[in-house]
């Protein structure tokens, strides 16, 4: 019967696809289960990153000056992911979401904050908008601050969420240490106001002013015009992104206490030594004058009288007397040429050629602080062995870092960058520079109810590039201490390019001596003047 | 001489086999959707509900009187063919992602095209079992069922449902071909057949993205591949045990249709190489058990019934799982007995009752 064998038939068809469905589940199964496993994990597979908290920067007395906030983002991911909008207030975020509902996703962002400003902007830097420090102490303590970001590996359905069941891998974050500065907000303000000021008055270029306690070498405050905002750097042009005390100087009459420290120290004079009264005198073919015509007491001078009027042609003698390899090895002494590592990246070392490699004139001009360059820290430092009984303050920006839950504290600090000279030298200093002030350049910076000691500078500024310096361009300086019988602070400031007056006394005299007064008061230090 | 036989007994396990599989695979695929709806057991509830109306059709159709049945096919016919119709009509029809395919019963959505299926085989065994003679003959006896089948075939394609269709379509050639039509005409019929399908395919940029998707899937993964490729995924990563029963992860909203017409896929990818086989197994057990009862039905409308209802179930077994597998390019058909839905559910199962009368008394 036809239908029957037809029946069969059909039987060994299905049979026939029964067979092909067995060997293809096969192929697929067995043979490409890797395959189509990985696959399907890949696609599942899903990394979520946790971010860190950065932490925050404080200043000596936990005043906030960089910290984190939450804000919102927007994106889509209709046509692919995309960024509609990044970091606004919550309330704009969810107004921005509801124009469109289902399309816009909003996302918590954790966005940087400098609740103070342009406040020491150089010192504190800025972070990227990826929590990465990009400048300042942002960048040098970047490793502390930014934490480990953390991720978890989970499984999720095409709509992001997590599967039930969903095998997670998790690496938690690590929240980022806080490191409060040795920089006191209220210095700080006062420091930048006055030089600011001053800046303006002098129609100069820029300027640096430092406060630093004169034993521990704590940064009090870090002053460096013009400067930006770090809540909007990319307004500002990058170069003022970089604080100026990185950077090398010639410093000019200021480094004639070094020489003057060198020649007491090396006994090649004292306080009673004698120096020619010179108007000018020729080294190896140069001739080297003094920068102002001097009223000259008799045939010779006194090392007082030289650090008083800062005579160029008095601080050769001392120079030609101690010879090249002793000068050097002193200049070494006090810290010059090497990097303080006072917390901040990008520190100059400066420019202090091996003595072998010095051309004839270079012992004089460097006697008087040019031809050699140094950063302002260095010579902070150099100048705080006089404050300290010979003992160099190791200069230092960061008080100490802490996690967040209080749990680790490192605290930095105390250290020595070595005796520069002895103490006895150090007293014999502390007393020249107290005479400066009292009777030479430095008036300018007398306080009435503090002593001060201290030196001027009026340095040419160097051609760049070549050898060779800018005529009619100066930087004035100040350097000093007070009060001098236990110095608590040491205070540099630098104004580069016055117009006008060009005297570091009449430029930056006043505004040490502001900035001293106010910061002495400040601290409680008790007068030692009535 | 018809005389009273008990019922087949492995034929009934295989679909209660099957059946058991298809409650646990809804239990294990489904609630990823159900959450959603405010219920993880939304479908599975229904599906129980299907399952007892389905054994309450199976019964009924093991009771039925099979010689009214016979009488009544034109009269059963016609009211399917209305049903059909009734889709189009707004109010009663219900459309859903732009094809008309169901009629809103309240309680239950009533898919017409699943009675049509029934329909289309029992008119089909009349009419053949009742003209056994001029089989051979072109117009009086091989065009008659040809042009039925195909104003059938018109009437689902419009909705638009291709794969029950299709379905239809290959029923109704399997049982002209038991019936013994010329197999010249079944050949010519059967290539036209073919050609036909491959314009409608091509007609339609839709179809014919998913014709060139079965191609190769992997050349637009998230367009027209996406479906294949998930149900690929999913079967591979099975692997030859298994993930485990409820340990799927294509589930999750990665492979569409998880517990409807791509419940396969969830099931290889649960069950492993091991389980699939075995499910194919099954219904390779329905259909010889199923060919059997028609093989041993003395009257010839009875047999052609058998056949025509094994052939129907276990030709759109064979399709969904070939289409799960990347065997044939996709399209939309349920798996008997597993598959989640309500009038395909009753329907099959009922489908099942009136063999099982038979198998009682060919």
């Known amino acids: 019967m036809p239908t029957e064998k037809r029946i069969r038939l059909l039987f060994i068809l299905f049979l026939i696809l029964f067979a092909a469905i067995l060997i293809r589940l096969f192929l697929l199964q067995i043979v490409q289960h890797g395959f189509f496993q990985a696959r ?56 921005l979401k509801n124009t469109e509902p289902g399309r816009y996703i909003v996302l918590k962002e954790k966005k940087r904050l400098y609740p103070k400003g342009r406040l020491a902007a150089q010192t504190i830097g800025f972070a990227g908008s990826d929590n990465q420090g990009l400048s300042g102490v942002e960048l040098a303590w970047d490793k502390y601050l930014k934490g480990k970001a953390g991720r978890v590996v989970t499984e999720g359905d095409p709509g992001g969420r997590e599967l039930y069941g969903a095998v997670r891998e998790i690496d938690p974050s690590e929240d980022g240490l806080s490191v409060t500065l040795t920089i006191d907000k209220n210095i700080q303000f006062i420091a930048e106001r006055e030089l600011e000021a001053q800046i303006r008055r002098s129609s100069a270029i820029d300027g640096t002013l430092i406060v630093m306690n004169a034993k521990s070498g704590e940064i009090l405050a870090l002053a460096s015009k013009p400067d930006f905002d770090p809540n909007d750097y990319k307004k500002a042009v990058p170069r003022l992104w970089r604080s100026r005390c990185l950077d090398p100087y010639e410093p000019g009459s200021t ?29 190896g073919g140069r001739i080297i004058k003094n920068s102002h015509p001097i009223d000259w007491p008799g045939p010779t001078i006194s090392v007082s009288l030289m650090l008083e009027q800062s005579i160029n042609t008095g601080a050769v003698q001392v120079g030609l007397k101690l010879g ?182 009449s430029v930056c005299g006043p505004v040490f001596k502001e900035v001293v007064e106010y910061t002495l008061r400040y601290l409680n230090v008790k007068p030692d003047m009535l | 001489m018809p005389r009273a036989k008990s019922l087949d007994y492995i034929f009934l396990f295989a679909v209660l086999a099957l059946s058991a599989v298809g409650l646990v695979m809804i239990f294990s695929a489904s609630p990823t959707l159900g959450i959603k ?56 029809g219900r459309k859903v992602l732009g094809a008309s395919r169901w009629i809103d019963l309240g309680v239950l959505v009533f898919q017409p095209s699943e009675l049509m299926k029934f329909a289309t085989v029992l008119v089909l065994a009349g009419f053949l079992s009742g003209r056994k003679e001029k089989i051979g003959d072109l117009f009086q006896g091989f065009l008659p069922p040809i042009i039925l089948v195909g104003f059938v075939f018109a009437l689902i394609v419009k909705q638009p449902d291709l ?89 999750y909203f990665y492979l569409p249709q998880q517990f409807t017409d791509f419940i396969f896929a969830i099931l290889c990818e649960e069950l492993g190489f091991i389980g699939g086989a075995a499910v194919a197994g099954l219904f390779c057990l329905f259909a010889a058990r199923g060919l059997l009862i028609a093989l041993s039905a003395a009257d010839p409308f009875k047999k052609l019934l058998a056949a025509g209802l094994v052939a129907w179930v276990a030709s759109q077994a064979l399709l969904n799982i070939m289409v799960v597998i990347g065997l044939v390019p996709t399209t939309g058909i349920p798996l008997p007995f597993i598959s989640y839905g309500g009038t395909a559910t009753i329907i099959n199962l009922f489908a099942v009752g009136v063999i099982l009368n038979i198998s009682r008394k060919p």
């Open chain 2, 163 to 251: 794969g029950t269709a299709l379905t239809i379509a290959v029923t109704g050639f399997v049982m002209l071909f038991a019936a013994g039509a010329d197999l010249r005409h079944l050949g010519a019929f059967g290539g036209l057949g073919l050609l036909g399908v491959l314009a409608l395919s091509i007609a339609s940029p839709y179809r014919l993205r998913r014709l060139l998707s079965y191609l190769d899937p992997w050349q637009d993964p998230q367009g027209a591949g996406f479906q294949i490729i998930q149900s690929l995924l999913a079967v591979g990563s099975g692997g030859l045990l298994g993930l485990g029963l409820g340990a799927s992860r294509q589930k």
């Open chain 2, 37 to 92: 709806l405010g219920d993880s057991f939304y479908f599975i509830k229904r599906h129980i509900f299907y399952l007892l109306l389905g054994f309450l059709a199976l019964l009924f159709g093991f009771r039925l009187d099979l010689e009214l049945l016979k009488k009544r096919a034109n009269t059963i016919f016609i009211v399917a063919v209305l049903l059909l119709l009734l889709v189009y009509i707004p109010g009663i």
């Open chain 1, 255 to 283: 480094f004639k206490l070094i020489t003057a420290a060198a020649g007491l120290e090396e006994k090649v004079i004292s306080l009673d030594s004698k120096l020619k009264a010179l108007d000018s005198l020729e080294i």
């Open chain 1, 40 to 95: 399907s994990l890949e696609q599942r597979t899903r990394i979520i990153n946790l971010s860190a908290n950065r932490g925050d920067i404080l200043d000596r007395n936990g005043e906030i000056l960089a910290t984190s906030i939450d804000t919102y983002s927007v994106f889509t991911q209709k046509g692919g992911f995309a960024w509609v909008a990044r970091k606004l207030p919550r309330a704009e975020a969810e107004e």
């Open chain 1, 324 to 505: 090249p390899e002793r000068f050097y090895d002193r200049i070494r002494k006090f810290g010059f040429g090497e990097r303080t590592g006072f917390g901040l990246d990008g520190e100059s070392v400066g420019i202090v050629r091996h003595w072998r490699r010095w051309y004839k004139p270079d012992i004089a001009m460097m006697t008087f602080g040019q031809s050699i360059a140094v950063t302002p820290i260095q010579l902070l430092s150099a100048v705080s062995a006089f404050a300290n009984h010979g003992r160099l303050a190791a200069p230092t920006l960061i008080k100490k870092i802490e996690s967040q839950d209080g749990k680790f504290v490192k605290v930095f600090g105390g250290e020595s960058r070595g005796q520069a000279v002895s103490d006895k030298t150090a007293a014999a200093m502390k007393t020249l520079m107290r005479n400066i002030v009292l009777s030479g350049s430095g008036r300018r910076a007398q306080l009435k109810r503090f002593s001060v000691g201290g030196k001027t500078g009026t340095a040419q500024k160097s051609a760049p590039g070549g050898r060779g310096y800018l005529k009619g361009r100066y930087i004035a300086s100040f350097i000093g201490f007070a009060p001098l019988a236990e110095p608590e602070i040491v205070v540099l400031v630098i104004v580069n390019d016055p117009k006008g007056s060009i005297w570091g006394e």
